[in-house]
């Protein structure tokens, strides 16, 4: 049943996206060509939607797949790729 509720609220998150106040400056460097600064006090949204129907993180995203959050496969998803209810401090009470 977990998984099933898991892979339904990452096809259907409860919020599209989410935001923070970045509270530092933040240096961005994949090291290869992209490098940028987010200044202390820019607002970040977050596509939760988008990292959720991301191919990259979840191979087949359109397809409704619980086997994904089995225990076998659940240490393969990145946790910062799964935000049904946002992360950190500040994520929905309701997770």
């Known amino acids: 049943m977990d998984m099933v509720v898991s892979e339904g609220l990452r096809m259907w998150a409860p919020a ?17 060509r992209l ?4 200044d202390k006090g820019t607002v970040v949204f977050i596509p939760i939607a ?8 979840y191979p087949n995203p359109s397809k409704f797949d619980p086997e994904r959050f089995s225990v076998e496969n659940r240490d393969k998803i990145n946790p910062n790729t799964y935000l049904p209810f946002g992360i950190g401090p500040r994520n929905c009470i309701g997770s």
Do not use: E, S, W
């Open 50 to 57: 988008g990292l959720h129907h991301d191919p990259q993180y």
């Open 35 to 38: 490098k940028f600064t987010i």
């Open 16 to 32: 599209p996206a989410t935001d923070r106040l970045c509270v530092r400056d933040y240096v961005v460097d994949d090291g290869d």
